[in-house]
Structures are given as structure tokens and as C-alpha cells.
């Protein structure tokens, strides 16, 4: 099943906006994950913020975590036309026996228009 | 320094047949994961591999089974295929031990089943 949902669906931009995307997740987190995915390829790591952080920043994105609301954002600022892709927020957690199944929502789909 | 390695790229199969997919993980890494992604969704754990045991397996029936070799390789298995297979087969490789740490994603194999 799957943990997070992500919001918008589908997001359209032009190129140097920038786009931000959000992601709600269901249980407890040891850490939240954003990837992205060109075109059914596969999935590229952008970047992991740990449970006890709020905010962190990795170039053009900017990624913040509210775990007293179960949610998360992603920021891209100042977008490319390669910034086009689905957006994937991933969560894991210590339950189950093992911390590092990725748990996925449903992707934000992005198109930056030149 | 080699990433993860998914063969083949695309495969078509027909209903009631047996198929194997491949995957090599990334340098130094010693655990694998498999996941599902149909299209439009986001990709869904099958099942994780350590020492070449299964360690933790998601929502997936028996027709789904692995095999993790010593050289940290795996295969995925899938037998009986059903219409509902087709899917963007999608393998992640890690290190236990070492959590808060991203998945590293081969470009996956796209199964047809016609």
C-alpha cells in the first residue's frame, strides 16, 4: 500500500518558475526521501532529510519536514526544461524488522515549458 | 564505479509463463531490493535480500520469489504470469547497517505481458 500521497498529481510550470510539491505521509518516519524519475526510467536520489531535521537545502532544492503533521515539501527553484520528470517522495521507518523498505506515494508529475 | 545493473531492459511474455530478472548492485553494496511500479503509480516493495536471505518481503503473492547470490547479485522471479505483471520492475541496492542512507536504483526492466 502506498504511504505518502503527493500533491499536485500534476504540476505545469514555465522554465525559471519555481515549483513546489508536497507530500503527506501515515506512520512514524526514521527519515522522508524525494527521487525523481525521467520518463519510466529509474529512480534518482535528490535528497533524504532525517526525521529530527526541519529543513534542508541541496542546490535548486529545498526540501522541508513537519512530522507533527505527517507532511513534507519540495521546492525547485528557479526550473529547467530537464527538471521535467515525476517527483517521488519515500519514506522509512524502523517498524518491521528492517529500516530501509522505501515506502512510496504516487508522484507529482512536473513539465517545465520553455 | 559501476551502478546497479537491471538485465533485460524490456522483456514480453505471454499469461501462465515464468520469467527471471536480473540486478547487480552497486559497488560495496551488500543488500538488494525489488520493487513493482505499475504505470501512473509509484513503485511498491516486493521484497528485500541480505545474505541471501530474504529479509522482508511487502504484499506480494508466493508467485513472486528471489534469490540473492554471494557476489550480493539477485534475481526476481516470477511465475504463473498474470496481465496485472506488466509493470516497470525496478531493483535498489544498499548497505545494512548504515540507515538515514539513500537507495541507489538500476534503470529497471519492463515487463509486457501480453
Known amino acids: 500500500s502506498q504511504q505518502g500521497e503527493e500533491d499536485p498529481q500534476a504540476l505545469s510550470i514555465q522554465e525559471g518558475e519555481n515549483a513546489t510539491m508536497n507530500c503527506s505521509y501515515k506512520t512514524s518516519i526514521n527519515n522522508l526521501q524525494w527521487y525523481r524519475q525521467n520518463s519510466g526510467r529509474g529512480l534518482v536520489h535528490l535528497i533524504l532529510i532525517r526525521s529530527n531535521e526541519r529543513e534542508k537545502h541541496s542546490g535548486r532544492l529545498r526540501v522541508t519536514l513537519d512530522t507533527s503533521k505527517k507532511s513534507s515539501s519540495l521546492l525547485i527553484t528557479a526550473s529547467r526544461a530537464a527538471d521535467t520528470a515525476s517527483y517521488f517522495c519515500?519514506?522509512?521507518?524502523?517498524?518491521?524488522?528492517?529500516?530501509?523498505?522505501?515506502?512510496f506515494g504516487k508522484g507529482t508529475l512536473l513539465t517545465v515549458n520553455p | 564505479d559501476a551502478g546497479v545493473t537491471q538485465s533485460p531492459t524490456h522483456l514480453i511474455k505471454t499469461r501462465g509463463q515464468q520469467v527471471t530478472l536480473r540486478c547487480s548492485p552497486k559497488?560495496?553494496?551488500?543488500?538488494v531490493s525489488w520493487y513493482q511500479q505499475a504505470l501512473g503509480q509509484g513503485p511498491q516493495f516486493i521484497f528485500q535480500y541480505y545474505e541471501e536471505e530474504e529479509r522482508q518481503r511487502g504484499n506480494f503473492p508466493d508467485r513472486f520469489s528471489g534469490h540473492q547470490f554471494p557476489n550480493y547479485s539477485s534475481e526476481l522471479n516470477v511465475n504463473a504470469l498474470l496481465l496485472g505483471d506488466s509493470a516497470l520492475y525496478l531493483c535498489?541496492?544498499?548497505?545494512?547497517?548504515?540507515?538515514?542512507?539513500?537507495?541507489?536504483f538500476g534503470d529497471g526492466t519492463r515487463l509486457s505481458i501480453l
Open positions: 559497488s560495496g553494496h551488500d543488500t
Open positions: 535498489a541496492s544498499s548497505l545494512l547497517g548504515y540507515s538515514n542512507q539513500p537507495q541507489h
Open positions: 519515500a519514506t522509512q521507518s524502523n517498524s518491521g524488522g528492517s529500516n530501509y523498505k522505501l515506502t
